[in-house]
């Protein structure tokens, strides 16, 4: 038995550690225990990152076991969310507004691009045009999770409104090749070299591995309104993670390896007037 013990920051900051947490468990050959007891806060990046790695365990024929988080509130939210559901027999229980529930994809699902554009749309301004748009790209990216990705394990979506902080986080994650893999395949872009590069390839509009058909604007319309509402969108895939912020593009190398994708979207309007004191009910 070979226990995981999770950072208490299931958070793309922490990415570093969370990703040698994931590696261990699915080098590891036996049963695995995913240790939550020292968490005490689980954002949509961790929580759709764990999900792939747990269902790549199991998809391997490993047991899977897990220990609770020692704080309550975490321990009812990894339910609400949808994770006990997923992964550990949990009952399905009704989640507040302010989350869409974990979610593991296979083929495009309207139902969970409505319910994120309705989350959206709940706590920022959208217009019924902007509804449209917003769920047309998300369905791109969706598609991006299971198709292009040639995952295994399908695609994990959820994500998170924080009241105190007035900021929404979208995450997506798929268990495939990466985006340099899907696009060296593809034979159309052989200037790429690394992940870094073919992530920011893949940003760019227009482009796709898709052959003789449109597509790849789902990142670019992403990039474009997270820009326009003071926000982030983060993209990992490989040994890269590169932060595409309002102003600036910062890239960094991460030392272990994800096999697979990551996109990771932040929204925060009001992060100009500061962010408000962290509170209890941003794990709802």
Known sequence: MKMIRLPKLLTIGWSHILLECCSTAEEHDGPVTFDFDKVTWAAPFGLTVISVTLAKCLDQGKDVFYAQPRTKQVSDYLERIGFRYHFLR??????????VELKCLRAVDPGCSEAIVELIADNL?????AKYEMRTHINELMTNGFDHSKSKVG?????????????????????GIGIYQSLRDSGKFPEIHNDEGAIRLAIKPGITTRKKQLGGFGLDYMRKYVRNNDGTLSILSGNARVNFYTNKIESKREPIRFSGTVVDILVSPSKSVGLKRKSKNDLF
């Not at 301004?125 to 045009?129: F, K, N, Q, S, V």
């Open 125 to 129: 301004t959208l217009t019924e045009d």
């Open 155 to 175: 695609c994990y979506v959820c994500a998170q409104w924080y009241p105190a902080k007035q900021n929404l986080r979208i995450s997506f994650a798929d268990g």
């Open 90 to 99: 949990g009952a399905s229980v009704e989640h507040k507004k302010t989350s």
